[in-house]
């Protein structure tokens, strides 16, 4: 299987499931509750028991100096207690909501000098800071480092994925309980993940249908207001059975998304191109549309109906052989890129320049 035939299957696939009529989504699959969210947690630590891999730095030693002084071991000023087996780590956590005092969270910790591995080490007793400067959670534990490397006396070294950051599952201990506006007020605020003005009116009037007139108010497009009740017991189930209504959303913007880096490109259900000629290399493509007048039959009714035809005609030059017809619609363009094959470059260059010149008619984005 070739690498064009590869890209026009993916394309013809990608055309069928956005063919698909919009299903219904969950509440809770597209919304998120305002003032319910993670928070982000920072901190400073020794990972020590290293297989001499650890590092040298100036504030690797600081911190084991003044490690060792708070167990009461006082080394002299003129020792510097450097030693391969430790490493000064940065360690970052995410703080779940409504996470209370005693439930353990997973960690990452990371080297900040030039320590070659983790593998094999021990992270001691670090708390974890928030961006109020409090501490909400307490880390210590053995670290699982999936990579690893090996250096000989060459000099030649192998290393496989990152062996410089690991993590330790339920390596820290939540110790203080970030306070929410859950339960606060007289109402709770959805919020889309995608903001539309559409999905923002359905979910809305979704919530009045269950609940009365006038419950639930689309602010903008994306949040929409909910009057709940007061008691905390009761605005729990009250969540409970609306983040399970289901909502149809509302259709994507058209967009053509393309990754310059990998050649990747998304094409939109709603994506269209205009009536336009195209010139690439050896290859011009002129796109034309028509409308054709279907008349009833006379004796058994009906109505006239006036439907698009579209013409494409390829005139193919001496230079490069490549051909690509972009066509009023979605199926027009996967249709053309399986019949022909294009490279993903020319892809990119021919959708760049339909919106330039303003045929296509859909957001490009380039990332």
């Given amino acids: ?3 064009m035939f590869r890209l026009g299957l993916l394309l013809l696939s990608l055309s069928a499931l956005l063919a698909a009529p919009v299903q219904a989504e969950r509440l809770k699959d597209i919304t998120s509750v305002a003032g319910v969210r993670t928070n982000q947690l920072v901190g400073y630590g020794l990972v020590v028991g290293l297989d001499g891999t650890g590092d040298k730095t100036s504030f690797t030693s600081q911190t084991f100096r003044n490690m060792l002084n ?12 450097k030693s391969k087996n430790i490493a000064a780590v940065a360690i970052h956590a995410d703080l779940p909501p409504f996470a209370k005092p005693g439930q353990p ?6 080297t900040i000098g030039d320590a070659k591995s983790l593998r094999g080490g ?3 007793m670090a708390p974890l800071k928030g961006a109020d400067g409090n501490v909400y959670a ?5 670290l699982v480092v999936s990579g690893f490397g090996v250096q000989g006396s060459d000099g030649s070294r192998l290393s496989l994925n990152v062996p410089s950051v690991g993590r330790i599952p339920n390596g820290a201990t939540v110790e203080r309980t970030v306070p929410n506006a859950f339960a606060q007020g007289d109402s709770l605020m959805f919020n889309l993940n995608h903001p539309d003005f559409t999905t923002a009116r359905r979910v809305a009037e979704q919530i009045n249908n269950l609940l009365g007139p006038d419950m639930a108010q689309a602010l903008d497009a994306a949040s929409i207001r909910v009057r709940a009740p007061r008691d905390p017991s009761q605005r729990v189930s009250f969540l409970s059975v609306l983040e399970n209504l289901e909502v149809q959303p509302g259709e994507e913007t058209a967009r053509v998304i393309i990754n310059s880096r990998t050649g990747t490109i998304i094409i939109g259900q709603n994506v269209r191109v205009s009536p336009v000629a195209i010139t690439h290399g050896g290859l011009t493509v002129a796109i034309t549309e028509n409308l054709d007048v279907a008349q009833p039959n006379v004796l058994g009714g009906g109505n006239t109906v006036v439907t698009p035809r579209t013409e494409i005609e390829i005139e193919e030059g001496s230079g490069r052989m490549f051909e690509f017809a972009p066509g009023a619609t979605l199926s027009d363009i996967v249709e053309a890129v399986n019949q022909v094959g294009a490279a993903p470059g020319d892809l990119m260059a021919i959708l760049e320049a339909l919106k330039q010149s303003g045929a296509l008619k859909a957001e490009l984005v380039v990332i």
């Fill in 1 to 3: 299987m070739n690498k």
């Fill in 70 to 81: 708070n167990f009461g071991v006082a080394i002299p000023p003129n020792v510097d207690p």
């Fill in 105 to 110: 969270i997973d960690v990452t910790v990371s």
């Fill in 122 to 124: 021990s992270l001691l």
């Fill in 138 to 142: 307490i880390a210590q534990g053995n």
